[in-house]
């Protein structure tokens, strides 16, 4: 695969990162501000019964998931990027771009299955 | 040698004594580098070539330096001047470093060869990478061409800014990335591949894209900036660079460019009479 293509995809994961981290800035962080200016209200942020109703819809499980796989290719595009910087053998570079892949694709995999198991728990 | 400099103070009104701390390796005899003072008697409008050129003749020598046009055009003279990548031939002493001191060392990233002539191996090397000519589909063409090409004053300036770098490696000596990145291949290499990349004339975007389109390659450019601004000649190849991604994405999702056709040979057209005629070659 070539560069660009990496690279093309951490461009677009920064960007749907400003978004979907936005409405998480926004609802659970900004939640008195949003809601005083009226833009959106998602309940309380702590309260019980409030978390169990956000994580019941499936724009929660959207946004979550889309958030997760996208900071992580994000983040682990730059970490590779910041590693290689550093000249290093051939062999090195492929063991460095194998640990980010193996590693990112493994927390992605346990963190899609724990968003599906909180969607589906939240439904239960 | 004190002479020299009370002569040279007798001779011209106005001089300012500078010192020059000068970088001194010679691996055949040097296990470690170290700088020598001179004191030189500058005068007003002298460069830092010039102050060199004077150490060499009157103090010193021994110390190795790389020069040729002395006008800002080949290149050779590139150093390292009070921290910053520069042409010495280029560089005022009084009006432009405004310092008592100037230290002198080769340009960064480079291998020394002696004193502060740098190995430019690696420069000519990227340069050569990217393939910095005209490439064309039709080789039987780009070998004998049949004419002229067409291209438009405003595709002319697409690449023009770009083609004024004289290979003195500034830029690369001031790169971060071409400090720790070895396989980079630096701003001057990648601001050749873009140059010929835009050029109408050109249709070698494949036959380049191996050589900047990867791990290595535009990609991990920081946009630091220091490269344009260290450049002599306002290449300014970081927009470049900046350039050469957007042109890659492009292509990628299927920009493509036919080369420029050869121009039609202009017909019934009367020479202007007051137009001369170009001298008889004196090469037959």
């Known amino acids: 695969m070539r560069e660009s293509t990496l690279w093309f995809w951490h461009l677009i994961a920064g960007i749907v990162?400003?978004?979907?981290?936005?409405?998480?800035?926004?609802?659970?962080?900004?939640?008195?501000?949003?809601?005083?200016?009226?833009?959106?209200?998602?309940?309380?942020?702590?309260?019980?019964?409030?978390?169990?109703?956000?994580?019941?819809?499936?724009?929660?499980?959207i946004i979550y998931l889309l958030l997760m796989w996208f900071?992580?290719?994000?983040?682990?595009?730059?970490?590779?990027?910041?590693?290689l910087e550093i000249s290093m053998s051939k062999t090195a570079q492929a063991v460095v771009n194998w640990v980010i892949f193996l590693f990112g694709f493994g927390l992605a995999v346990y963190g899609t299955y724990a968003i599906i198991i909180g969607y589906t728990m939240a439904n239960a | 040698m004190s002479e020299t400099n009370e002569s040279y103070k007798t001779n011209f009104a106005e001089t300012k004594d500078i010192v020059f701390k000068i970088f001194r390796y010679d691996?055949?005899?040097?296990?470690?580098?170290?700088?020598?003072?001179?004191?030189?008697?500058?005068?007003?409008?002298?460069?830092?070539?010039?102050?060199?050129?004077h150490i060499k003749e009157n103090m010193d020598s021994t110390v190795s330096y790389?020069?040729?046009?002395?006008?800002?055009?080949?290149?050779?003279?590139?150093?390292?001047?009070?921290?910053?990548?520069?042409?010495a031939c280029q560089t005022q002493v009084i009006?432009?470093?405004?310092?008592?001191?100037?230290?002198?060392?080769?340009?960064?990233n480079y291998p020394i060869l002696r004193d502060i002539v740098p190995d430019l191996t690696p420069l000519i090397?990227?340069?050569?990478?990217?393939?910095?000519?005209?490439?064309?589909?039709?080789?039987?063409?780009?070998?004998?061409?049949?004419?002229?090409?067409?291209?438009?004053?405003?595709?002319?300036?697409?690449?023009?800014?770009?083609?004024?770098?004289?290979?003195?490696?500034?830029?690369?000596?001031?790169?971060?990335?071409?400090?720790?990145?070895?396989?980079?291949p630096g701003p001057q290499a990648l601001t050749q591949a873009y140059r010929y990349t835009i050029d109408t004339r050109d249709d070698g975007f494949m036959e380049r894209i191996d050589s900047v389109d990867k791990t290595h390659g535009a990609w991990r450019c920081h946009f630091a900036g220091a490269c344009s601004d260290a450049c002599p000649k306002g290449v300014d190849p970081a927009f470049a660079i900046q350039l050469l991604k957007r042109e890659i994405t492009a292509r990628k999702f299927g920009k493509k460019r036919e080369p420029a056709p050869i121009a039609k040979q202009p017909v019934n057209v009367k020479r202007l009479e007051s137009v001369p005629y170009p001298p008889e070659k004196t090469v037959k």
């Not at chain 2, 691996?27 to 050129?53: I, Q, R, S, Y």
Request: proline share 5%; aromatic share 8%.
């Open chain 2, 66 to 87: 790389r020069a040729s046009c002395r006008m800002g055009i080949c290149g050779s003279c590139a150093m390292d001047i009070n921290g910053k990548p520069r042409l």
């Open chain 2, 125 to 184: 090397q990227n340069h050569e990478a990217v393939k910095p000519y005209i490439i064309r589909k039709d080789k039987e063409d780009q070998k004998n061409p049949k004419g002229e090409l067409y291209q438009t004053p405003d595709e002319l300036e697409e690449y023009l800014q770009f083609s004024y770098c004289i290979k003195c490696g500034a830029c690369m000596a001031a790169c971060p990335v071409v400090a720790t990145d070895e396989e980079f």
């Open chain 2, 27 to 53: 691996p055949d005899v040097n296990t470690e580098p170290h700088f020598d003072t001179f004191t030189v008697p500058v005068v007003k409008g002298w460069t830092v070539l010039d102050a060199v050129m």
């Open chain 1, 71 to 83: 900071a992580l290719y994000h983040g682990f595009y730059g970490l590779r990027s910041m590693i």
């Open chain 1, 17 to 61: 990162i400003i978004f979907v981290l936005g409405i998480h800035i926004g609802v659970m962080h900004l939640d008195k501000i949003m809601q005083a200016i009226g833009i959106m209200s998602a309940g309380d942020v702590l309260s019980y019964a409030d978390v169990l109703a956000r994580a019941k819809t499936i724009a929660y499980l």
């Open chain 2, 95 to 108: 009006a432009e470093l405004q310092s008592d001191e100037v230290v002198i060392k080769p340009l960064a």
